[in-house]
């Protein structure tokens, strides 16, 4: 369900199930991003200390800790607008027993001063169902603040507006699915082409070394199965709400009946149609 509180506003929801959502999504986008957590363009020996903003569950902080051969000797901090998705005590603990603090931040706000210029590596993933267009410069700006000089950022986003298969016609379920999400968040102010914007926000930044990858399914056939699934509980946790804001349900529950119906065609259709998914990411180096 969409919440709108002061001026955050935020279209998914934050319960157990999105929760598990996320969790399972992290596995999905490491796969098509060729399974690294960092960029090949970052340098990982000289990493000591890392920041991850809107950290959700903290799922990907706990996976990079746990891949790092040095992790002991280095600092992580997960920071997000809502502790909702926190594991308990705000605190990862890995099963080395390494505790990896999480703080509530609103990355819109500066941060408090003993983060400034503390990170060698700031990331940040799928904000943009919480920013609309202005913020994503405030938010840069802000993570900017908490990288050391030449430390590097590293901003993944998915572009809601390239949902689709490789079937042509385009099955109109998609069609329908695609455009009810667009709608609610360009009505909600939200920017759902976000890959994009945050490539050029870091490249008009004080930013050098600035590159973009598009992560795809194409040619990825062994992840058919997992990018359907991905993609339906995406539309499950997304087109209800969206719904809801654009009029064409009265509450959630009704909703998320209606996009079950939808969704069931959507995976009936990709039984032999393979969804096609834009995950963009781009890294750069700060520049003094
Ligand atoms: C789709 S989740 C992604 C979580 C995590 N980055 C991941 O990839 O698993 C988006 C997260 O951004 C957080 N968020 C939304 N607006 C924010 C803001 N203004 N400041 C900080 N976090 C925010 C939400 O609370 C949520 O945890």
């Given at each position: 369900m969409?919440s709108?509180?002061?001026?955050?506003?935020?279209?998914l929801?934050?319960?157990?199930?999105e929760?598990?959502?996320?969790?399972k999504?992290?596995?999905?986008l490491?796969?098509?991003s060729?399974?690294?957590l960092?960029?090949?363009?970052i340098?990982?020996?000289?990493?000591?200390?890392?920041?991850?903003?809107?950290t959700?569950?903290?799922v990907w902080?706990a996976?990079?800790?746990n891949?790092?051969?040095n992790?002991?000797s280095?600092y992580?901090?997960?920071?997000?607008?809502?502790?909702?998705q926190f594991?308990p005590?705000?605190?990862?603990?890995?099963?080395?027993?390494q505790?990896i603090p999480?703080?509530?931040?609103?990355?819109?706000?500066?941060?408090?001063?003993e983060?400034?210029?503390?990170?060698?590596?700031?990331?940040?993933r799928?904000?943009?169902?919480g920013?609309?267009?202005g913020?994503?410069?405030?938010?840069?700006?802000n993570?900017?603040?908490?990288?050391?000089?030449?430390g590097?950022?590293?901003?993944?986003?998915?572009?809601?507006t390239?949902?689709?298969t490789n079937?042509?016609?385009?099955?109109p379920?998609?069609t329908?699915m695609r455009?009810?999400?667009?709608?609610?968040m360009l009505?909600?102010?939200l920017w759902?082409f976000?890959?994009?914007?945050?490539?050029?926000?870091?490249?008009?930044?004080?930013?050098?070394?600035?590159?973009?990858?598009?992560?795809?399914t194409?040619?990825?056939?062994?992840?058919?199965?997992t990018?359907?699934?991905?993609?339906?509980?995406?539309?499950?946790?997304?087109?209800?709400?969206?719904?809801v804001?654009?009029?064409?349900?009265?509450?959630?529950?009704?909703?998320?009946?209606?996009?079950?119906?939808l969704?069931r065609?959507?995976e009936?259709?990709?039984?032999?149609?393979l969804?096609?998914?834009?995950f963009?990411?781009t890294?750069?180096q700060?520049s003094?």
């Amino acid at each position: 369900m969409s919440s709108h509180c002061d001026e955050n506003i935020y279209l998914l929801g934050r319960d157990e199930a999105e929760t598990e959502r996320l969790n399972k999504q992290h596995r999905f986008l490491v796969a098509v991003s060729g399974g690294e957590l960092i960029h090949p363009s970052i340098p990982k020996a000289k990493i000591t200390a890392v920041a991850d903003i809107g950290t959700g569950t903290g799922v990907w902080l706990a996976d990079l800790a746990n891949r790092l051969p040095n992790a002991s000797s280095i600092y992580f901090h997960g920071f997000d607008v809502s502790d909702a998705q926190f594991p308990p005590e705000n605190t990862i603990t890995q099963a080395t027993g390494q505790k990896i603090p999480l703080s509530v931040q609103d990355a819109l706000k500066p941060y408090a001063p003993e983060h400034q210029g503390r990170y060698d590596l700031v990331h940040i993933r799928l904000l943009t169902a919480g920013l609309r267009q202005g913020d994503y410069a405030s938010v840069l700006n802000n993570a900017r603040d908490l990288l050391k000089p030449e430390g590097w950022i590293q901003w993944e986003e998915v572009d809601h507006t390239t949902f689709c298969t490789n079937k042509i016609p385009e099955n109109p379920v998609i069609t329908k699915m695609r455009n009810t999400t667009i709608d609610a968040m360009l009505t909600l102010g939200l920017w759902p082409f976000a890959p994009q914007r945050v490539y050029d926000e870091i490249s008009a930044a004080r930013f050098q070394n600035v590159r973009r990858e598009t992560y795809t399914t194409v040619g990825k056939e062994h992840l058919h199965e997992t990018a359907s699934k991905w993609v339906a509980n995406v539309m499950r946790a997304m087109v209800p709400p969206s719904m809801v804001v654009n009029g064409q349900a009265r509450n959630d529950q009704e909703a998320k009946v209606k996009v079950e119906v939808l969704i069931r065609e959507f995976e009936r259709h990709c039984e032999d149609a393979l969804p096609l998914v834009n995950f963009g990411v781009t890294v750069a180096q700060r520049s003094g």
